[in-house]
Every structure is written in structure tokens, then in C-alpha cells.
């Protein structure tokens, strides 16, 4: 099966400008999440979708990230404006499972996007 | 927040030798699992244990789970340069509803 698919692999921009990522998830998985990696860190939960409804978006720095899963298929990620400590590689990923028990499959990731924030 | 810890941060041994690294975390879980990430890449799912189980098995991976200590650990045998990565623990924080990952193990091998 084809992979999650992120674009574009690698960003810069200056702080105050605005970014936006992509991400493809797998045919057919209704979960989506989007974590946040600093570097040397593990990721860190952005916000998760089962099929276009937010299911959680608790951490997620809603004056400035905003996120949509439009017919419940692809998604995209935006910072506006995006600051130094927004630099980062931003996964995408997506699982089979759904509700209560989504968290019985595993996650498949994409390789990410890395955004410098100069 | 992150909910689960590995140690150590980073371990080094040789090819051929066995790695273990463990994961520490704090609320009750349903599920724990490991991943790895390779240097610029996503993560890849290794192994799922749920919470009734003890031990599980996969290949040269072997993971072991204690509730009563909220720990978990990942052996890898006969290692090869190849298993160099991080390695993560990510768990389903009980009610907390979300998946969440640990600060990862850095394992090199050197062949």
C-alpha cells in the first residue's frame, strides 16, 4: 500500500510569515494526527481528525496553527505567522482505527516536513 | 506533556550485541507501543503490547510490559547496523484519549 504523503519535505521562512503543510494519509484511514518534533525530542500531539471532525486538539496553539481535513481524506496544517520556536518537522500520520478503540492499531507516519523559522 | 520516558537517552554497542531500552510512564495505559525513526525520517510501528499482556515477541524484538511498575522494555538481539535509530514508546494515556510519545533512546551500532 502507498504510504502517508507529506509535501513539501523541507521549508524556511522568516518569523512572521505564514506556512502551510500537506499530508495524503493511507486509503481508507479514517485517523489522522498531526505531531510536532523538536529536534531531539519525541513528538508531541498537534491534533487528531477521525474523518473530518476534530477529535482532539487540545494542544494545539490555536492563535496561530489552524488545521482542516476537508472530506475526511487529505489535511493541512498552517502557521500564521509562525515564530522561532515553531521550527520543528511536523509529522502527519493516520491509523485504521477509529473511536474508543483506535488506539488498538498502529500509526503509520510520513517522513515529515521540516520548517526553519529564521 | 509527554506521558512516558526511555532510558537511557542514548545507548552505543556493537554489532552483534543486544540492546535494551526502557520506558517509564505515569497513568494508567491500555495500549504501549514502540517505534523507530531513522535519522530524517517518520516513525515506524515496531511492536503493540496491550495492557493484559506480559511479554510479546516479533523477530529480533522482544518487549516486555509491567502495570504494576508502568514500565515496558525493548530488547533487540544480535543487533546490526542497520537497527541504529531512535527508538520511541508512545502510550494511550488511559483517559487522557490521545497517543502519546516518549523522549526516545538514541541506539547506535557500531559494526
Known amino acids: 500500500e502507498a504510504g502517508v504523503a507529506q509535501s513539501p519535505r523541507y521549508k524556511i521562512i522568516e518569523k512572521r510569515q505564514s506556512v502551510a503543510f500537506w499530508c495524503n494519509p493511507i486509503?481508507?484511514?479514517?485517523?489522522l494526527y498531526w505531531y510536532q518534533q523538536i529536534l531531539g525530542q519525541g513528538p508531541k500531539l498537534l491534533i487528531q481528525?477521525?474523518?473530518?471532525?476534530?477529535?482532539?486538539d487540545s494542544q494545539l496553539p490555536k492563535d496561530r496553527f489552524s488545521a482542516e481535513r476537508l472530506k475526511g481524506v487529505d489535511s493541512t496544517l498552517k502557521i500564521q505567522p509562525a515564530k522561532l520556536e515553531d521550527s520543528a518537522v511536523y509529522l502527519c500520520?493516520?491509523?485504521?482505527?477509529?473511536?474508543?478503540?483506535?488506539?488498538?492499531?498502529?500509526?503509520?507516519f510520513g517522513n515529515g516536513t521540516r520548517l526553519t523559522v529564521t | 506533556s509527554q506521558q512516558g520516558e526511555e532510558d537511557p537517552q542514548a545507548l552505543s554497542i556493537q554489532e552483534g550485541e543486544n540492546a535494551t531500552m526502557n520506558c517509564s510512564y505515569k497513568?494508567?495505559?491500555?495500549?504501549l507501543q514502540w517505534y523507530r525513526q531513522n535519522s530524517g525520517r517518520g516513525l515506524v510501528h515496531l511492536i503493540l503490547?496491550?495492557?493484559?499482556?506480559r511479554e510479546k515477541h516479533s523477530g529480533r524484538l522482544r518487549v516486555t510490559l509491567d502495570t504494576s511498575k508502568k514500565s515496558s522494555s525493548l530488547l533487540i538481539t544480535a543487533s546490526r547496523a542497520a537497527d541504529t535509530a531512535s527508538y520511541f514508546c508512545?502510550?494511550?494515556?488511559?483517559?487522557?484519549?490521545?497517543?502519546?510519545f516518549g523522549t526516545g533512546t538514541l541506539l547506535a551500532v557500531q559494526p
Open positions: 503490547i496491550r495492557s493484559n499482556e
Open positions: 486509503s481508507g484511514h479514517a485517523t
Open positions: 500520520a493516520s491509523s485504521l482505527g477509529r473511536g474508543a478503540n483506535r488506539f488498538n492499531s498502529p500509526l503509520h
Open positions: 481528525f477521525q474523518n473530518n471532525g476534530v477529535v482532539d
Open positions: 508512545a502510550t494511550d494515556g488511559g483517559a487522557t484519549n490521545k497517543l502519546i
Open positions: 497513568t494508567s495505559i491500555n495500549n
